[in-house]
């Protein structure tokens, strides 16, 4: 019986994309902070939120927890794809609104716009139906 050596198998390493300018979306919720890196297109690069930085409960939702969670995104947009121009969407009304991009300038991200996309009721909700009596 000849036992069969299977050689390991050769695996291309991935190419490193280099995104100069991307976008920053954060999402600012009373409990929680999500800043998310994307290239022009959307597709989403690095991710990071308060509750991912190790802050728990009502901390969350806190501006100091969303400043350490965009400075984490940012280190890791430009270390791992070299971003350094972004345009900011900022989506809620949470205490980490200003904090965030605020954060982005400390860590010399270039902030092309900020602009909001928290969304707006037209309309409101359906009302209740008539009481009969």
């Known amino acids: 019986m ?3 050596v299977q050689k ?3 695996r291309k390493k991935k190419a490193r994309r ?3 300018s991307g976008q920053v979306h954060i999402q600012a919720t009373f409990n929680n902070t999500i800043i998310t890196f994307t290239d022009n297109t959307g597709a989403a690069l690095v991710a990071s939120s308060a ?3 190790g802050f728990r409960g009502s901390k969350k939702g806190t501006a100091y ?5 965009s400075e984490t ?3 890791a947009a430009r270390n791992q794809y070299g971003v350094s121009k972004v345009d900011v969407y900022v989506k809620g009304i949470g205490l980490g609104r200003d904090a965030a991009i605020r954060a982005l300038a400390n860590v010399d991200m270039h902030v092309n716009s900020v602009i909001d996309v928290t969304g707006v009721p037209h309309g409101g909700v359906r009302p209740k139906k008539v009481r009969r009596p």
């Open 2 to 4: 000849a036992e069969e």
């Open 8 to 10: 390991p198998v050769q």
């Open 18 to 20: 280099n995104v100069s």
């Open 51 to 53: 509750g991912a930085n």
């Open 65 to 69: 927890a969303a400043q350490i969670a």
């Open 73 to 75: 995104a940012a280190n």
